[in-house]
Antibody
Framework: QVQLQESGPGLVKPSETLSLTCSVS????????WSWIRQPAGKGLDWLGR???????IHNPSLKSRVTMSVDTSKNHFSLKLDSVTAADTAVYYC???????????WGQGTLVTVSS | QAVVTQEPSLTVSPGGTVTLTCDSS?????????PHWFQQKPGQAPRTLIY???KKHSWTPARFSGSLLGGKAALTLSGAQPEDEAEYYC?????????FGTGTKITVL
């Protein structure tokens, strides 16, 4: 059974960089896409981007150049960095696997990141 | 960026049937958008019910089905149960980038 677990600081100061890691167990990163999604409290889901195990990325154009994603197959995890954060970036951040047929099959439980001084 | 729109809320009677739709601002939704449907209950991560328009996971109850209907993606719940009360989101693919729908709150009453 594939399991995903997000980890990282729960509090980030405005203008700093948000950094999260998604650790994958029960399966390999290889040959899959891996996505990041966020959800502000009481609001809808927002797709941030995806990365292939090869390192190829596509991100949400609304984030412009603030987002960076990376993958480490040796550690079986992938990461998200979001630069120059503001209060609007406060949300629960989820990671998910994207399988064949663009299938978002497995999700992490999510981690709350608050942007505040 | 495309905007994906869903009904804000729908109510269904226990045992009844309801259809949720997912509309794209760029035109008709097709199988090439790989429509997904997710269920989310308060305090929980989303759970995928339907992917690639109509495919189900092993955990998807049989009462849920996906289709294309009148240029939109659709999720039909037949025989609603109290535990189906939740928020439902669709997701569309636009050449490898994804956009979530605005979400539909389903009330079973």
């Amino acid at each position: 059974q594939v399991q995903l677990q997000e980890s990282g600081p729960g509090l980030v100061k405005p203008s700093e960089t948000l950094s999260l890691t998604c650790s994958v167990s029960g399966g390999s990163l290889s040959n899959y896409y891996w996505s990041w999604i966020r959800q502000p409290a009481g609001k809808g889901l927002d797709w941030l981007g995806r990365i292939h195990s090869s390192g190829n990325t596509i991100h949400n154009p609304s984030l412009k150049s603030r987002v960076t994603m990376s993958v480490d197959t040796s550690k079986n995890h992938f990461s998200l960095k979001l630069d120059s954060v503001t209060a609007a970036d406060t949300a629960v951040y989820y990671c998910a696997r994207v399988g064949a047929g663009a299938n978002f099959d497995y999700w992490g439980q999510g981690t709350l990141v608050t942007v505040s001084s | 960026q495309a905007v994906v729109t869903q009904e804000p809320s729908l109510t269904v009677s226990p045992g009844g049937t309801v259809t949720l739709t997912c509309d794209s601002s760029t035109g008709a939704v097709t199988s090439g958008h790989y429509p997904h449907w997710f269920q989310q209950k308060p305090g929980q991560a989303p759970r995928t019910l339907i992917y690639d328009t109509s495919k189900k996971h092993s955990w998807t109850p049989a009462r849920f089905s996906g289709s294309l209907l009148g240029g939109k993606a659709a999720l039909t719940l037949s025989g609603a149960q109290p535990e189906d009360e939740a928020e439902y989101y669709c997701l569309l693919s636009y050449s490898g980038a994804y956009v979530f729908g605005t979400g539909t709150k389903i009330t079973v009453l």
